[in-house]
């Protein structure tokens, strides 16, 4: 974030220095590069995904009640869960970068 609000920073103070501050109107927007959708299926695991091993559904359904404790486990630290890729092409919308 240093070198972010460092490059923010040249640019004010070259409105400042232009004399247009005070008709600026500065949105800043912090995001990531928008929503993911490498596993294509949804995955518990970004490695998974990330290594295209295969497992369907049911399989990782069966891994987090098995090993995990069930749905609750989704979002906590033991899992590395990505949901499914229309999950991804519906948060990018309206801009269609998965």
């Known amino acids: 974030l240093e070198h972010t609000d460092t490059q923010h920073g040249k640019i004010l103070d070259e409105l400042d220095r232009q004399g247009l501050t005070n008709n600026t109107l500065v949105i800043y927007v912090f995001a990531d590069n928008g929503a993911s959708a490498e596993g294509l299926q949804g995955t518990l695991s970004e490695i998974v995904a990330a290594n295209a091993l295969p497992s369907t ?42």
């Open 57 to 98: 559904v049911d399989q990782q359904i069966e891994v987090l009640e098995t090993d995990f404790g069930g749905l609750d486990a989704l979002g906590g630290r033991h899992v590395d869960n990505m949901y499914h890729a229309e999950w991804g092409w519906a948060g990018d919308t309206p801009f269609k970068s998965t």
